[in-house]
């Protein structure tokens, strides 16, 4: 069984905040964990899907995961 990290994007008017940033999920990804970050989740905070993707994320969309 393995471990699987999923991080959704924030659905409050003026949200910045995200749970979960490229560099923490690099570090997850490294130790051998699957993490999946709905598209656009980090905007508001600045950090781009290419950034997660960069780290190993996987970026996924709620209807298709």
């Known amino acids: ?6 991080t959704i994007k924030e659905t409050l008017p003026g949200e910045r905040r995200v749970a ?3 560099a ?3 570090r997850f ?3 051998g ?3 999946c970050v ?3 989740a980090g905007n508001q905070a600045f950090f781009t899907d290419e950034a997660y ?3 190993g994320a996987e ?5 298709g995961r």
């Open 59 to 63: 970026i996924v969309t709620r209807e």
């Open 38 to 40: 709905e598209s656009g």
């Open 53 to 55: 993707k960069k780290a």
């Open 24 to 26: 923490v999920a690099a």
């Open 29 to 31: 990804v490294t130790g």
């Open 1 to 6: 069984m393995s471990l699987v990290i999923s």
């Open 33 to 35: 964990t699957r993490v």
């Open 20 to 22: 979960l940033d490229p």
